[in-house]
Protein backbone atom coordinates (compact mmCIF):
# COMPACT_ATOMS: atom_id res chain seq x y z
CA UNK A 1 0.00 0.00 0.00
CA UNK A 2 1.58 3.62 -0.75
CA UNK A 3 1.72 6.54 1.29
CA UNK A 4 -0.61 8.10 -0.38
CA UNK A 5 -3.39 5.58 -0.09
CA UNK A 6 -2.16 5.51 3.60
CA UNK A 7 -3.41 8.76 4.02
CA UNK A 8 -6.21 8.78 1.86
CA UNK A 9 -7.90 6.43 4.47
CA UNK A 10 -7.97 8.91 6.99
CA UNK A 11 -9.14 11.84 5.75
CA UNK A 12 -12.77 11.57 7.50
CA UNK A 13 -11.58 12.96 11.03
CA UNK A 14 -12.70 16.29 10.94
CA UNK A 15 -16.06 15.16 9.04
CA UNK A 16 -16.67 13.01 12.32
CA UNK A 17 -15.67 16.11 14.76
CA UNK A 18 -18.32 18.40 12.41
CA UNK A 19 -20.98 15.53 13.02
CA UNK A 20 -20.82 15.42 16.61
CA UNK A 21 -20.41 19.28 16.33
CA UNK A 22 -23.88 19.39 14.33
CA UNK A 23 -25.58 16.50 16.40
CA UNK A 24 -24.83 18.46 19.78
CA UNK A 25 -26.24 21.89 18.25
CA UNK A 26 -29.70 20.56 17.74
CA UNK A 27 -29.80 20.81 21.76
CA UNK A 28 -29.06 24.42 21.66
CA UNK A 29 -31.41 27.51 20.12
CA UNK A 30 -28.01 29.47 18.54
CA UNK A 31 -28.96 30.69 15.11
CA UNK A 32 -27.32 28.44 12.00
CA UNK A 33 -24.86 31.24 10.94
CA UNK A 34 -23.39 31.56 14.59
CA UNK A 35 -23.49 27.71 14.65
CA UNK A 36 -21.49 27.55 11.17
CA UNK A 37 -19.12 30.16 12.19
CA UNK A 38 -18.23 28.27 15.22
CA UNK A 39 -17.76 24.89 13.33
CA UNK A 40 -15.94 26.25 10.67
CA UNK A 41 -12.18 26.43 10.72
CA UNK A 42 -10.97 29.98 10.40
CA UNK A 43 -7.54 30.00 8.83
CA UNK A 44 -5.53 26.72 7.16
CA UNK A 45 -2.03 27.62 6.06
CA UNK A 46 -0.57 24.53 4.31
CA UNK A 47 2.93 25.33 3.15
CA UNK A 48 6.33 23.52 1.92
CA UNK A 49 9.72 24.29 2.32
CA UNK A 50 12.87 22.65 1.04
CA UNK A 51 16.25 21.09 3.92
CA UNK A 52 19.25 19.89 3.31
CA UNK A 53 19.75 15.98 3.35
CA UNK A 54 23.46 14.43 2.45
CA UNK A 55 23.97 16.08 -0.58
CA UNK A 56 20.21 17.03 -2.22
CA UNK A 57 17.14 18.22 -0.71
CA UNK A 58 13.53 17.04 0.61
CA UNK A 59 10.95 19.05 0.42
CA UNK A 60 8.68 18.97 3.57
CA UNK A 61 4.65 19.57 4.02
CA UNK A 62 3.50 20.93 6.51
CA UNK A 63 0.61 22.83 8.11
CA UNK A 64 -0.65 25.05 10.79
CA UNK A 65 -4.85 25.63 11.04
CA UNK A 66 -6.20 28.66 13.91
CA UNK A 67 -9.69 26.89 14.05
CA UNK A 68 -11.08 29.59 16.34
CA UNK A 69 -10.95 33.39 17.04
CA UNK A 70 -13.21 33.71 19.89
CA UNK A 71 -10.41 34.39 22.18
CA UNK A 72 -6.71 34.83 21.66
CA UNK A 73 -4.43 33.98 21.45
CA UNK A 74 -5.46 30.35 19.65
CA UNK A 75 -3.57 27.31 20.78
CA UNK A 76 -2.76 23.80 20.26
CA UNK A 77 0.21 21.45 19.40
CA UNK A 78 1.99 20.49 16.77
CA UNK A 79 2.30 16.83 15.56
CA UNK A 80 5.32 15.01 13.53
CA UNK A 81 3.71 12.03 11.60
CA UNK A 82 4.43 10.63 8.14
CA UNK A 83 0.63 10.03 8.30
CA UNK A 84 -0.27 13.71 9.59
CA UNK A 85 -2.71 15.63 6.85
CA UNK A 86 -4.57 18.68 6.46
CA UNK A 87 -7.99 16.86 7.66
CA UNK A 88 -6.40 15.11 10.63
CA UNK A 89 -4.68 19.05 11.50
CA UNK A 90 -8.25 20.88 11.20
CA UNK A 91 -10.11 18.28 13.43
CA UNK A 92 -7.44 18.35 16.27
CA UNK A 93 -7.49 22.67 16.03
CA UNK A 94 -11.54 22.02 16.67
CA UNK A 95 -11.11 19.44 18.80
CA UNK A 96 -8.81 22.12 20.82
CA UNK A 97 -11.20 25.05 20.34
CA UNK A 98 -14.12 22.83 22.16
CA UNK A 99 -11.68 21.35 25.00
CA UNK A 100 -10.44 25.36 25.76
CA UNK A 101 -14.01 25.76 26.30
CA UNK A 102 -14.59 23.17 28.58
CA UNK A 103 -12.21 23.62 30.75
CA UNK A 104 -13.01 27.52 30.65
CA UNK A 105 -9.13 28.27 29.09
CA UNK A 106 -9.47 31.63 27.36
CA UNK A 107 -7.91 30.37 24.12
CA UNK A 108 -9.34 29.68 20.52
CA UNK A 109 -7.77 26.52 19.00
CA UNK A 110 -5.13 25.75 16.58
CA UNK A 111 -3.33 22.66 15.32
CA UNK A 112 0.17 22.24 13.85
CA UNK A 113 1.75 19.26 11.74
CA UNK A 114 4.56 17.98 9.87
CA UNK A 115 4.51 15.16 7.67
CA UNK A 116 8.12 13.51 8.60
CA UNK A 117 8.32 10.08 10.86
CA UNK A 118 10.95 12.05 13.16
CA UNK A 119 12.87 8.87 13.65
CA UNK A 120 14.06 9.10 10.19
CA UNK A 121 16.09 12.02 11.18
CA UNK A 122 19.01 13.23 12.66
CA UNK A 123 18.80 15.54 15.42
CA UNK A 124 20.65 18.55 13.44
CA UNK A 125 17.51 17.68 10.50
CA UNK A 126 15.22 17.55 12.93
CA UNK A 127 16.54 20.96 14.16
CA UNK A 128 16.70 22.62 10.77
CA UNK A 129 13.20 21.48 10.18
CA UNK A 130 11.57 22.79 13.64
CA UNK A 131 13.42 26.18 12.74
CA UNK A 132 12.15 26.17 9.52
CA UNK A 133 8.45 25.66 10.29
CA UNK A 134 9.06 28.62 13.05
CA UNK A 135 10.26 30.72 10.53
CA UNK A 136 7.39 29.89 7.89
CA UNK A 137 4.78 30.57 10.78
CA UNK A 138 6.54 34.34 11.79
CA UNK A 139 6.40 35.34 7.99
CA UNK A 140 3.03 34.61 8.18
CA UNK A 141 1.99 36.17 11.27
CA UNK A 142 1.31 32.18 12.36
CA UNK A 143 2.78 32.75 15.75
CA UNK A 144 3.16 34.75 19.11
CA UNK A 145 2.12 35.41 22.47
CA UNK A 146 -0.73 37.43 21.68
CA UNK A 147 -1.73 35.41 18.26
CA UNK A 148 -1.06 31.84 18.08
CA UNK A 149 0.88 29.48 20.72
CA UNK A 150 1.80 26.03 19.99
CA UNK A 151 3.15 23.26 22.11
CA UNK A 152 3.95 19.69 21.76
CA UNK A 153 2.19 16.84 20.50
CA UNK A 154 2.87 13.24 18.86
CA UNK A 155 6.40 12.94 17.59
CA UNK A 156 7.54 16.30 19.64
CA UNK A 157 8.26 17.64 23.30
CA UNK A 158 10.84 20.10 25.20
CA UNK A 159 13.27 19.78 22.99
CA UNK A 160 11.43 20.82 19.44
CA UNK A 161 9.61 23.75 22.11
CA UNK A 162 13.13 25.06 22.89
CA UNK A 163 14.13 25.66 19.31
CA UNK A 164 10.66 27.33 18.27
CA UNK A 165 11.02 29.60 21.39
CA UNK A 166 14.76 30.51 20.18
CA UNK A 167 13.93 30.86 16.83
CA UNK A 168 11.28 33.18 17.79
CA UNK A 169 12.99 34.97 20.29
CA UNK A 170 15.80 35.53 17.41
CA UNK A 171 13.37 36.82 14.89
CA UNK A 172 11.71 38.76 17.47
CA UNK A 173 14.51 40.77 19.21
CA UNK A 174 13.66 43.28 22.64
CA UNK A 175 10.09 41.45 22.65
CA UNK A 176 9.47 41.13 26.03
CA UNK A 177 6.92 38.68 25.80
CA UNK A 178 8.89 36.10 23.47
CA UNK A 179 8.83 33.24 25.39
CA UNK A 180 4.73 32.87 25.78
CA UNK A 181 5.23 32.29 22.01
CA UNK A 182 5.44 28.75 22.81
CA UNK A 183 4.68 26.60 25.84
CA UNK A 184 5.96 22.91 26.85
CA UNK A 185 9.02 24.23 27.07
CA UNK A 186 11.99 23.05 29.49
CA UNK A 187 12.11 24.33 32.96
CA UNK A 188 15.69 26.28 32.19
CA UNK A 189 13.84 27.84 29.02
CA UNK A 190 11.08 28.95 31.12
CA UNK A 191 8.63 26.47 31.07
CA UNK A 192 6.63 25.65 34.08
CA UNK A 193 6.45 22.57 36.54
CA UNK A 194 4.29 19.90 35.75
CA UNK A 195 3.60 20.40 32.39
CA UNK A 196 5.35 16.48 31.18
CA UNK A 197 2.84 14.39 33.60
CA UNK A 198 -0.45 17.17 33.11
CA UNK A 199 -1.94 15.25 29.94
CA UNK A 200 -2.10 11.87 31.85
CA UNK A 201 -2.64 13.52 35.55
CA UNK A 202 -5.88 15.03 33.92
CA UNK A 203 -6.59 11.90 32.17
CA UNK A 204 -6.58 10.15 35.86
CA UNK A 205 -8.36 12.64 37.41
CA UNK A 206 -10.98 12.37 34.95
CA UNK A 207 -11.57 8.69 35.73
CA UNK A 208 -11.70 9.92 39.21
CA UNK A 209 -13.92 11.93 39.06
CA UNK A 210 -16.23 9.54 36.71
CA UNK A 211 -16.22 6.61 38.62
CA UNK A 212 -16.65 8.46 42.24
CA UNK A 213 -20.22 9.21 41.11
CA UNK A 214 -22.92 6.55 42.98
CA UNK A 215 -25.53 6.60 40.66
CA UNK A 216 -23.32 6.23 37.14
CA UNK A 217 -21.80 3.10 38.60
CA UNK A 218 -24.16 1.55 39.62
CA UNK A 219 -25.92 1.34 36.01
CA UNK A 220 -22.50 -0.38 35.08
CA UNK A 221 -22.41 -2.66 38.35
CA UNK A 222 -19.22 -1.32 39.45
CA UNK A 223 -18.27 0.08 42.87
CA UNK A 224 -17.61 3.64 43.23
CA UNK A 225 -13.77 4.51 43.66
CA UNK A 226 -10.65 3.60 41.25
CA UNK A 227 -9.57 1.03 44.20
CA UNK A 228 -9.23 -2.50 42.76
CA UNK A 229 -10.72 -1.19 39.04
CA UNK A 230 -9.22 -3.23 36.51
CA UNK A 231 -7.30 -1.15 33.75
CA UNK A 232 -5.75 -1.23 30.05
CA UNK A 233 -3.96 1.38 28.98
CA UNK A 234 -2.96 1.75 25.26
CA UNK A 235 0.16 3.90 24.79
CA UNK A 236 3.35 4.00 26.82
CA UNK A 237 3.89 7.54 25.67
CA UNK A 238 3.98 10.39 27.09
CA UNK A 239 0.16 10.91 28.14
CA UNK A 240 -0.19 6.80 28.63
CA UNK A 241 2.44 6.13 31.06
CA UNK A 242 1.66 9.05 33.55
CA UNK A 243 -1.92 8.11 32.67
CA UNK A 244 -1.30 4.62 34.06
CA UNK A 245 1.18 6.05 37.09
CA UNK A 246 -0.86 8.11 37.92
CA UNK A 247 -4.28 5.42 38.33
CA UNK A 248 -1.85 3.21 40.03
CA UNK A 249 -0.76 5.49 42.61
CA UNK A 250 -4.79 6.04 43.12
CA UNK A 251 -5.56 2.21 43.63
CA UNK A 252 -6.05 0.60 40.11
CA UNK A 253 -4.64 -2.19 39.00
CA UNK A 254 -2.99 -1.75 35.05
CA UNK A 255 -3.94 -5.13 33.86
CA UNK A 256 -3.18 -4.91 30.44
CA UNK A 257 -0.54 -2.54 28.40
CA UNK A 258 -0.85 -2.42 24.55
CA UNK A 259 1.82 -0.35 22.26
CA UNK A 260 2.33 -0.45 18.62
CA UNK A 261 4.68 -3.81 19.23
CA UNK A 262 2.02 -5.75 20.81
CA UNK A 263 0.31 -5.87 24.30
CA UNK A 264 0.36 -7.51 27.47
CA UNK A 265 -1.21 -8.92 30.07
CA UNK A 266 -1.50 -9.57 33.86
CA UNK A 267 -5.29 -10.12 35.72
CA UNK A 268 -3.11 -9.50 38.86
CA UNK A 269 -1.57 -6.45 37.84
CA UNK A 270 1.52 -4.84 35.62
CA UNK A 271 4.10 -2.72 37.33
CA UNK A 272 3.94 0.31 34.94
CA UNK A 273 7.49 1.61 35.68
CA UNK A 274 8.84 -2.06 35.46
CA UNK A 275 7.20 -2.43 31.80
CA UNK A 276 8.21 1.02 31.19
CA UNK A 277 12.08 0.50 31.93
CA UNK A 278 12.07 -3.08 30.44
CA UNK A 279 10.62 -1.49 27.30
CA UNK A 280 13.29 1.65 27.33
CA UNK A 281 16.01 -1.35 27.63
CA UNK A 282 14.77 -3.71 24.84
CA UNK A 283 12.52 -1.37 23.25
CA UNK A 284 9.49 -3.32 23.44
CA UNK A 285 6.68 -4.33 25.83
CA UNK A 286 7.04 -8.07 25.39
CA UNK A 287 8.98 -10.12 26.59
CA UNK A 288 8.14 -8.55 30.00
CA UNK A 289 8.82 -10.59 32.75
CA UNK A 290 4.96 -9.85 35.07
CA UNK A 291 3.34 -10.31 32.17
CA UNK A 292 1.07 -13.80 31.77
CA UNK A 293 -0.28 -12.95 28.46
CA UNK A 294 1.48 -11.30 25.39
CA UNK A 295 -0.02 -10.40 21.80
CA UNK A 296 1.58 -9.81 18.99
CA UNK A 297 -1.55 -7.49 17.47
CA UNK A 298 -1.63 -4.45 19.98
CA UNK A 299 -5.51 -4.54 19.28
CA UNK A 300 -6.10 -7.73 21.23
CA UNK A 301 -4.75 -6.33 24.01
CA UNK A 302 -7.74 -3.85 24.07
CA UNK A 303 -10.65 -6.62 24.17
CA UNK A 304 -9.00 -8.07 27.21
CA UNK A 305 -11.36 -8.11 30.11
CA UNK A 306 -11.17 -4.66 32.43
CA UNK A 307 -13.03 -2.23 33.95
CA UNK A 308 -11.50 0.40 32.15
CA UNK A 309 -10.27 1.08 28.64
CA UNK A 310 -7.84 4.10 28.03
CA UNK A 311 -6.72 4.38 24.41
CA UNK A 312 -3.86 7.08 24.67
CA UNK A 313 -2.23 6.44 21.70
CA UNK A 314 -3.81 7.84 18.01
CA UNK A 315 -7.18 8.41 16.29
CA UNK A 316 -9.34 5.83 15.18
CA UNK A 317 -8.16 2.56 17.42
CA UNK A 318 -12.26 1.45 18.41
CA UNK A 319 -13.98 0.98 15.15
CA UNK A 320 -17.07 -0.84 14.38
CA UNK A 321 -15.07 -3.52 13.63
CA UNK A 322 -13.89 -3.84 17.39
CA UNK A 323 -16.31 -2.17 19.39
CA UNK A 324 -18.28 -4.92 20.00
CA UNK A 325 -15.51 -7.05 21.37
CA UNK A 326 -14.38 -4.75 23.71
CA UNK A 327 -14.94 -5.69 27.41
CA UNK A 328 -14.34 -2.02 29.56
CA UNK A 329 -17.19 -0.40 31.02
CA UNK A 330 -15.81 2.87 30.73
CA UNK A 331 -13.81 4.40 27.94
CA UNK A 332 -11.48 7.10 28.95
CA UNK A 333 -9.61 9.07 25.83
CA UNK A 334 -6.45 10.03 26.36
CA UNK A 335 -5.43 10.45 23.15
CA UNK A 336 -7.84 12.80 20.70
CA UNK A 337 -10.13 10.88 18.81
CA UNK A 338 -9.43 7.34 19.16
CA UNK A 339 -13.40 6.25 19.45
CA UNK A 340 -15.49 6.92 15.74
CA UNK A 341 -18.98 7.53 15.96
CA UNK A 342 -19.77 4.03 14.97
CA UNK A 343 -18.18 2.64 17.54
CA UNK A 344 -19.34 4.94 20.40
CA UNK A 345 -23.31 3.81 18.99
CA UNK A 346 -22.40 0.48 19.58
CA UNK A 347 -20.63 1.48 22.94
CA UNK A 348 -23.30 2.72 24.76
CA UNK A 349 -25.57 0.50 23.06
CA UNK A 350 -24.12 -2.11 25.62
CA UNK A 351 -24.61 0.56 28.40
CA UNK A 352 -21.11 1.60 28.65
CA UNK A 353 -19.91 5.46 29.57
CA UNK A 354 -17.50 7.38 27.25
CA UNK A 355 -15.26 10.01 29.21
CA UNK A 356 -14.69 12.32 25.98
CA UNK A 357 -11.50 13.08 24.37
CA UNK A 358 -11.94 16.78 24.56
CA UNK A 359 -12.18 16.76 28.28
CA UNK A 360 -10.22 13.88 29.66
CA UNK A 361 -6.98 15.11 28.12
CA UNK A 362 -7.30 18.88 28.87
CA UNK A 363 -4.70 18.53 31.42
CA UNK A 364 -1.86 19.06 28.67
CA UNK A 365 -3.89 22.77 27.10
CA UNK A 366 -4.75 23.75 30.96
CA UNK A 367 -0.63 23.37 32.75
CA UNK A 368 -0.17 25.24 29.34
CA UNK A 369 -2.45 28.13 30.08
CA UNK A 370 -0.30 28.27 33.35
CA UNK A 371 2.81 28.59 31.56
CA UNK A 372 2.01 30.93 29.29
CA UNK A 373 0.52 33.43 32.50
CA UNK A 374 3.96 32.52 33.80
CA UNK A 375 6.06 33.94 30.78
CA UNK A 376 3.48 36.86 30.75
CA UNK A 377 4.08 38.09 34.16
CA UNK A 378 7.52 36.87 34.23
CA UNK A 379 7.90 35.54 37.77
CA UNK A 380 7.59 31.96 38.94
CA UNK A 381 4.15 30.19 40.99
CA UNK A 382 4.97 30.64 44.44
CA UNK A 383 8.32 32.35 44.11
CA UNK A 384 6.80 35.95 45.50
CA UNK A 385 4.71 34.55 48.33
CA UNK A 386 6.10 31.01 49.50
CA UNK A 387 8.01 32.21 52.62
CA UNK A 388 5.99 34.43 53.60
CA UNK A 389 3.13 31.97 53.66
CA UNK A 390 5.91 29.94 55.80
CA UNK A 391 6.11 32.85 57.66
CA UNK A 392 2.72 32.99 58.97
CA UNK A 393 2.30 29.48 59.51
CA UNK A 394 4.86 28.98 61.62
CA UNK A 395 3.92 32.03 63.73
CA UNK A 396 0.13 30.06 64.32
CA UNK A 397 1.98 27.01 65.26
CA UNK A 398 4.35 28.82 67.73
CA UNK A 399 0.84 30.42 68.94
CA UNK A 400 -1.44 27.02 69.19
CA UNK A 401 1.33 25.34 70.69
CA UNK A 402 1.97 28.29 73.17
CA UNK A 403 -2.03 27.81 74.06
CA UNK A 404 -2.67 24.24 73.91
CA UNK A 405 0.98 23.19 75.14
CA UNK A 406 0.96 20.92 72.94
CA UNK A 407 4.04 20.20 70.91
CA UNK A 408 3.96 18.92 67.15
CA UNK A 409 6.70 16.31 66.01
CA UNK A 410 9.61 17.99 63.33
CA UNK A 411 7.56 16.28 60.68
CA UNK A 412 3.88 17.41 61.91
CA UNK A 413 5.61 20.72 62.43
CA UNK A 414 7.41 20.69 58.87
CA UNK A 415 4.08 19.57 56.99
CA UNK A 416 1.98 22.46 58.56
CA UNK A 417 4.30 25.52 57.94
CA UNK A 418 5.59 24.91 54.58
CA UNK A 419 4.46 26.71 52.11
CA UNK A 420 3.28 25.89 48.02
CA UNK A 421 5.98 25.17 45.22
CA UNK A 422 5.69 25.76 41.82
CA UNK A 423 4.79 21.99 41.22
CA UNK A 424 2.20 21.92 44.30
CA UNK A 425 0.19 25.11 42.72
CA UNK A 426 0.37 23.53 39.11
CA UNK A 427 -1.32 20.53 40.39
CA UNK A 428 -3.48 22.24 42.65
CA UNK A 429 -4.97 24.06 39.77
CA UNK A 430 -5.00 21.63 37.25
CA UNK A 431 -7.02 19.03 40.08
CA UNK A 432 -9.62 21.89 40.76
CA UNK A 433 -10.14 22.29 36.66
CA UNK A 434 -10.78 19.02 35.71
CA UNK A 435 -13.00 17.98 38.74
CA UNK A 436 -14.98 21.20 37.90
CA UNK A 437 -14.99 20.70 34.40
CA UNK A 438 -16.68 17.13 34.82
CA UNK A 439 -19.45 17.65 36.63
CA UNK A 440 -20.56 20.63 34.86
CA UNK A 441 -20.56 18.48 31.82
CA UNK A 442 -22.53 15.83 33.76
CA UNK A 443 -25.18 18.88 34.84
CA UNK A 444 -25.80 19.12 31.56
CA UNK A 445 -26.01 15.77 30.71
CA UNK A 446 -28.36 15.15 33.29
CA UNK A 447 -30.50 18.66 32.87
CA UNK A 448 -30.56 18.64 29.31
CA UNK A 449 -31.45 14.78 29.29
CA UNK A 450 -28.47 14.13 26.74
CA UNK A 451 -27.65 10.99 25.81
CA UNK A 452 -23.85 10.55 25.84
CA UNK A 453 -20.94 12.70 27.33
CA UNK A 454 -19.69 13.93 24.61
CA UNK A 455 -22.55 15.44 23.49
CA UNK A 456 -23.02 16.88 26.60
CA UNK A 457 -19.39 18.33 26.38
CA UNK A 458 -19.80 19.63 23.00
CA UNK A 459 -23.08 21.40 23.73
CA UNK A 460 -21.37 23.20 26.76
CA UNK A 461 -18.53 24.40 24.68
CA UNK A 462 -20.94 25.77 22.02
CA UNK A 463 -22.95 27.97 24.54
CA UNK A 464 -19.27 29.15 26.28
CA UNK A 465 -18.14 30.01 22.65
CA UNK A 466 -21.61 31.13 21.26
CA UNK A 467 -21.54 33.68 24.57
CA UNK A 468 -17.78 35.01 23.39
CA UNK A 469 -18.79 35.99 19.80
CA UNK A 470 -21.88 37.66 21.18
CA UNK A 471 -19.37 39.57 23.70
CA UNK A 472 -17.60 40.87 20.57
CA UNK A 473 -20.61 42.26 18.63
CA UNK A 474 -20.18 39.54 16.22
CA UNK A 475 -23.64 38.13 16.43
CA UNK A 476 -26.51 39.96 18.68
Keep these: MSDNSLLDQNTHFFGDVCKNFDY ?61 NEDEVMALAALMTYKCAIVNVPFGGAKGGIRINPKSYSVQELENITRRY ?27 MSWIADTYATMNPGQLDAMGAVTGKPIALHGIQGRREATGRGVAIAIRECVSVAEDMQKLGLPTGISGKRIIVQGLGNVGFYTAKFLQEYGGIIVGICEFEGAIYNADGLDVEAVYQHRKATGSILGYAGAKQEFKNSGEGLEQPCDILVPAALENQITAENADRIQAKIIAEGANGPTTPEAEAIFYAKGGIIIPDMYAN ?53 TIVKGSSELELVNSGLEDTMIRSYHEIRETYKLEKIDTLRTAAFVGAINKIAVSYQNLGVWP
Design 134 to 160: TVELIKKNFIGPSIDVPAPDYGTGERE
Design 362 to 414: AGGVTVSYFEWLKNLSHVAFGRINRRFEENNNLNLVNMVEGITGISLTPAQRA
Design 24 to 84: AAKFTKHDAGLLDQIRSCNSVYRFRFPIRRGNGFEVIDAWRVEHSHHQSPTKGGIRYSEFV
